[in-house]
């Protein structure tokens, strides 16, 4: 009799954690459509035709990279993100020292 309390227990929590496991997704399927809705919202009329065309061009200019003008153009964008990064930290440990004099 043991075993078979263990399985039905067992199982039992499945069912519950799947029914909480879909109640989440449930949620933030609804808060990724209402986000995408939003920005739709947001930029509706601000896409102009020349937006459109300079978007396009962009889009087809990447596609025809080689393969080493596409790393090197990743590079870059990391490189410009670690510094933004490293500004954030050096901003941050001036506030931090201010903070401290105070």
């Given at each position: 009799m043991g075993l078979i309390a263990f399985f039905k227990k067992a199982f039992r929590d499945m069912k519950?954690?799947?029914?909480?496991?879909?109640?989440?997704?449930?949620a933030e399927l609804a808060a990724a459509k209402a986000e995408?809705?939003?920005?739709f919202e947001e930029n509706r009329g601000h896409n102009t035709y020349a937006r459109a065309k300079a978007d396009a061009?962009?889009?087809?200019d990447d596609a025809?990279?080689?393969p080493?003008?596409?790393e090197a153009r990743v590079q870059e964008e990391r490189d410009a993100r670690i510094e933004?990064?490293?500004a954030r930290v050096?901003?941050?440990n001036a506030r931090t020292?201010?903070?401290k004099k105070k």
């Open positions: 519950e954690s799947a029914k909480a496991q879909h109640e989440v997704d449930k995408a809705r939003a920005n061009k962009k889009s087809w025809h990279m080689s080493a003008e596409r933004a990064a490293n050096e901003e941050a020292e201010a903070a």
